[in-house]
């Protein structure tokens, strides 16, 4: 804030040079402003998309947990039909 300060007082009392100076400072601040933005816009895609990818693995998790209940009902229905059977063939 008092570089700005200093910087009004050189172009309101000074020439030339005053300004140029002035303007690079003030395309180093904007370089840093988008700098910042640029970063921050990144920070938020990349948590956006670890989002997506947590809620797809969690997705997947929850597929796989259904898929080996489904195993285990078709392995405990297979047991039961081959008890079925054996007890049969013993007739």
């Known amino acids: 804030m008092i570089d700005v300060e200093i910087y009004r007082l050189l172009i309101q009392f000074s020439g030339g040079t005053a300004v140029i100076v002035a303007i690079i400072y003030l395309l180093k601040e904007l370089n840093e402003l988008l700098k910042s933005k640029t970063s921050n816009n990144l920070d938020k ?18 597929d796989i947990n259904h898929l080996q209940k ?3 009902d078709l392995k405990e229905r297979v047991a039961r039909i081959e008890t079925i059977l054996k007890m049969r063939n013993k007739e």
Do not use: F, Q
């Open 45 to 62: 895609r990349v948590k956006d998309l670890e989002k997506i990818a947590s809620n797809d693995m969690h997705e997947m998790r929850e």
């Open 70 to 72: 489904e195993v285990s």
